[in-house]
T-cell receptor, first 117, second 114 residues
Framework: AQSVTQPDIHITVSEGASLELRCNYS??????LFWYVQSPGQGLQLLLK??????LVQGIKGFEAEFKRSQSSFNLRKPSVHWSDAAEYFC???????????????FGTGTQLKVEL | GAGVSQSPSNKVTEKGKDVELRCDPI?????LYWYRQSLGQGLEFLIY????????KSGLPSDRFSAERTGGSVSTLTIQRTQQEDSAVYLC????????????FGPGTRLTVT
């Protein structure tokens, strides 16, 4: 069964500082990997996704993530954090879009990001 | 264009009552997912619809939970005889047929069972 681990429950960074949120996954085949962001009272917004090809993927809002198969990781990064980035971030793994079971996602437990001004 | 909408945004119900939660997917999206987000369990997959195919119900936690999707569009998640452990935020997502991996989420329905 697939699983996702986000080891950091809370992270606090200063505005303008760089950010890295960790994500490790377990999946038997090539995974589909995602990062979502959830602001208070809001649904989940897709930041970026990885399926294949270039292991460094760019997303919205200046975020990027790097897929490292050898480490089973898909860490999210941003060079300079803005106060508006404060939110909860979820890493997710999907079985792929072409299986009979659709692409139900397995989520990590989330990392709450606080940004200090 | 319009995103995924869910109603109601908040629902408070008494233990033992039935509730219905509604999801309107993005127009033209053929796939629809329900997830549940709770403090103790995080985000969990519940059920998946794709076009006219039989739904994948593998994530439903008990037979008190059911869902239907009428006309390949609107979906209703029904919880019968609600229990306090059903309190959670219920999220709906939809995706287009050719990009079923790209899920767009609604704002959710916060269910509180008293």
């Amino acid at each position: 069964a697939q699983s996702v681990t986000q080891p950091d429950i809370h992270i606090t960074v200063s505005e303008g500082a760089s950010l890295e949120l960790r994500c490790n996954y377990s999946y038997g085949a090539t995974p589909y990997l995602f990062w979502y962001v959830q602001s208070p009272g809001q649904g989940l917004q897709l930041l970026l996704k990885y399926f294949s090809g270039d292991t460094l993927v760019q997303g919205i809002k200046g975020f990027e993530a790097e897929f490292k198969r050898s480490q089973s990781s898909f860490n999210l990064r941003k060079p300079s954090v803005h106060w508006s980035d404060a939110a909860e971030y979820f890493c997710a793994v999907g079985a792929g879009g072409f299986t009979g079971g659709g692409n139900k996602l397995t989520f990590g437990t989330g990392t709450q990001l606080k940004v200090e001004l | 264009g319009a995103g995924v909408s869910q109603s109601p945004s908040n629902k408070v119900t008494e233990k033992g009552k039935d509730v219905e939660l509604r999801c309107d997917p993005i127009s033209g999206h053929t796939a629809l997912y329900w997830y549940r987000q709770s403090l103790g369990q995080g985000l969990e997959f519940l059920i998946y619809f794709q076009g006219n195919s039989a739904p994948d119900k593998s994530g439903l936690p008990s037979d008190r939970f059911s869902a239907e999707r009428t006309g390949g569009s609107v979906s209703t998640l029904t919880i019968q005889r609600t229990q306090q452990e059903d309190s959670a935020v219920y999220l709906c997502a939809s995706s287009p047929r050719d990009r079923s991996y790209e899920q767009y989420f609604g704002p959710g329905t916060r269910l509180t069972v008293t």
